[in-house]
């Protein structure tokens, strides 16, 4: 039996540079909605059961698959054949500074039919490792109120510019920033440690100010809520998620 035979299977269509694209999703769960989107390789059995620890709390989780393998464990292998195909795919910035990925209209119109479907303030949003800045790219439509970004280490942080670097355009950042003075809140979780990161979330901690919310552990690890899972982490991330998402908590 596969990790994801308990989900339902759909697919979503929106425009990325001009050309539509389709990805698979898998949905699971009731309550809020989160769209929880996976790390480097791929739709790993960790990210899975990662995203099940998210519905037993009470939400509807979306898994979009955007790269790379499905329900297979994570391995190194996996990651270095996945990465020369999202390395030529225009719709994934790598090493570019002070731009979107493309790939964040796709995700915001995914949030933006979740958001229509459950109705209620918004949906959250959690990106991770190479897709851990897409959670704040997010946050540009308002149908974002609760974004996480675990680990975001895009673009890669090679030289100084690019460790500081959090992977939005100037108008993106620039709404993003209204967003933050406006009450709405992000978090973020590292291994102080973790050269990945670079210097971003001291970025964030500037652009955003005491909007930016940081859960840090100590150590070398990296992938805070899957291979590396630390449950301070996930317990920080769920009361988050509650907190932003239920009625009773207005944004």
Known sequence: MGVLDTWARGQHTAPVTGTAVTHPTYRKGEGPGVIVIHEMPGLTTGVVGFAEEVVAA??????????GPREQPFST?????????????????????GVTSPVADWLRSLARELHADLGGPGVGALGMCFTGGYALAMM???STIAPVLCQ????FPIGRRRAGDVNLSPEDLAVVRRRAQGGCLALGLRFRNDSATGTRFESLTRELGEASIRVEFEGKGHSTVTEDRQQEGVDAVLDFFDRQLRPTHPQ
């Open 58 to 67: 009470g939400f509807t989780v979306v898994l979009p698959h955007l790269f």
């Open 77 to 97: 292998g996996d990651v270095l054949r996945a990465l020369p195909s999202v390395c030529v795919n225009r719709e994934f910035t790598k090493i570019r500074r």
């Open 140 to 142: 540009v439509d308002e």
């Open 152 to 155: 975001p280490n895009v673009p």
